[in-house]
């Protein structure tokens, strides 16, 4: 069964299932020059189930917090693309979702010396 994110409104709940912001962030990852790949060794969520696209969403306090775990790509700046990454999960999660974003935190697992 999927975890959702969920958020009161004045008509209303926000229901959003945590996989469907993943893929969000996985689409706002993917684009970020100097980015390599997923990283393989990913552990599991607290629930037991395998993270979703390498990225672990949890709710905290009425707002998101994020995690991303990937590759950088051979001859980029870890810290500048790190910061990237996070610039763009911000706004596509964000945006997409109307949930705060609390914090995006960036894990490279290595390096891809493949393009």
């Known amino acids: 069964m999927a975890e959702y994110m ?8 926000i229901h959003i299932a945590e996989d ?4 969000i962030v996985a689409d706002a990852v993917k684009d970020v020059e100097g980015v390599g ?3 393989q060794n990913v552990g599991e969520q607290k629930n037991g189930k395998k993270a979703v696209r390498n990225v672990r969403v949890e709710q905290e306090d009425g707002s998101i917090a994020v995690d991303v775990f990937l590759m950088a790509r051979y001859g980029y700046a870890i810290p500048e693309v790190a910061r990237k990454v996070q610039d763009a999960v911000f706004n596509a999660v964000g945006g997409m979702t109307g949930f705060p ?8 697992g290595g390096i891809s010396f493949n393009e």
């Open 6 to 13: 969920t958020r009161a409104e004045e008509n209303g709940t």
């Open 37 to 39: 790949a997923a990283s």
């Open 20 to 23: 469907v912001i993943a893929a």
């Open 101 to 108: 974003v609390k914090e995006v935190n960036v894990h490279i």
